[in-house]
């Protein structure tokens, strides 16, 4: 008894100091973690994708609707809306929406939503996480938000004075747009009148929330919009909730996105999500892999046919060959072979 005993506490202790974080399987996690606390934090330097992190990751599907879909934690969600809103609009209440939008007619496109909800004063807002830049996005984000305001039309025959309730879509985007939004990672996009510059309606907009301009340290961040940004890109890769992010909102963020806390169907579609996002990862990394070479193969070809060239047109304008290896830095026999070919 008392051998097993000093085994057993051999082994939490080496795992304790050595490997404070266990992935055993796909469906049930072991942890052993202690946490120190610091008057400061540094940034993590955990390893990305070697086990599934201690938090949730945001920017996977599941982790996203997870995070902000539930009407539990609408008081999370609300809050981040209002800090991207920066004042210019306040949220005090959200209602979920069902996120499938069937067409009028049979050869009309379902629509289906990552969250849509409701304000208290009945203004729309969709909010979507997209990983990767997709053919006509811009075209779809306004196909998404005319669907909504074509939905607040009544029956035909019915008599309606066309006022409208409020659209707003809201992308938070792991990647850059591919039109001109500057340098900062928010961009408000409203119709304007472009003789005064002011906002023309304000009732439609889009929020392009773009995380990988977001460059900021843990302890750069500013106000409580950098902060979020900071939590979205980054949370998945933290192994304690910072200092700098002492806040009731963000220490709910925190609690609730613990891995270890999801039951055993949540850990599968996350797991699945995380692959699907691994893989999409590995994709791209491979497409810039092989666009490299073949644009280093291709840069070498055209100096290649350049050299050949020049060396050409020195023999044409009647250059003897002790000039022309004096020229190119070559040897007489590696001339002679270019010129034979």
Same mark, same amino acid.
């Given at each position: ?115 849509? +909800? ?22 779809? +984000? ?86 979020? +940004? ?112």
């Amino acid at each position: 008894m008392y051998s097993v005993l000093c085994t057993l506490y051999l082994v939490l202790f080496f795992t304790d100091h050595f490997f404070p974080y266990i992935y055993i399987s796909n469906s049930y996690t072991f942890m052993y973690h202690t946490t120190i606390e610091t008057s400061s934090f540094s940034e993590p330097k955990m390893p990305l994708y070697n086990n599934p992190g201690i938090y949730i990751d945001p920017l996977t599907d599941f982790g996203f609707k997870y995070l902000f879909g539930k009407e539990l934690n609408k008081d999370i969600l609300i809050d981040f809306l209002n800090n991207l809103f920066q004042g210019k609009k306040t949220i005090s209440n959200l209602t979920f929406n069902n996120i499938e939008k069937n067409g009028e007619a049979l050869e009309d496109r379902d629509v289906y939503f990552d969250l849509l +909800c409701t304000g208290d004063d009945g203004e729309q807002f969709i909010i979507e996480m997209q990983r990767k830049l997709q053919t006509n996005f811009m075209d779809r +984000c306004v196909y998404y938000t005319s669907r909504i305001v074509n939905e607040q039309a009544p029956a035909a025959g019915q008599k309606w004075d066309y006022k409208i309730k409020g659209v707003f879509l809201i992308g938070i985007l792991d990647f850059e747009l591919n039109t001109p939004t500057g340098d900062h990672y928010l961009t408000t996009v409203q119709l304007v009148n472009l003789n005064t510059n002011e906002t023309f309606y304000p009732k439609l907009g889009y929020l392009f929330l773009e995380l990988s301009k977001f460059d900021k340290q843990v302890h750069e961040l500013e106000n409580d919009l950098e902060r979020w +940004c900071y939590v979205l890109k980054h949370l998945h890769r933290l192994n304690q909730m910072p200092t700098y992010l002492n806040k009731r909102v963000f220490k709910r963020i925190f609690k609730l996105a613990e891995v270890m806390n999801l039951k055993p169907k949540e850990r599968a579609m996350y797991d699945r999500n995380l692959k699907a996002k691994r893989d999409y990862e590995n994709t791209i990394d491979y497409a810039v892999e092989v666009a490299v070479e073949k644009a280093v193969v291709k840069a070498v070809e055209k100096e290649k046919s350049e050299k050949i060239f020049m060396i050409n047109q020195m023999f044409v304008n009647g250059l003897s060959m002790e000039m022309v290896c004096k020229i190119t830095g070559m040897a007489a026999q590696d001339i002679e072979k270019i010129v034979q070919k």
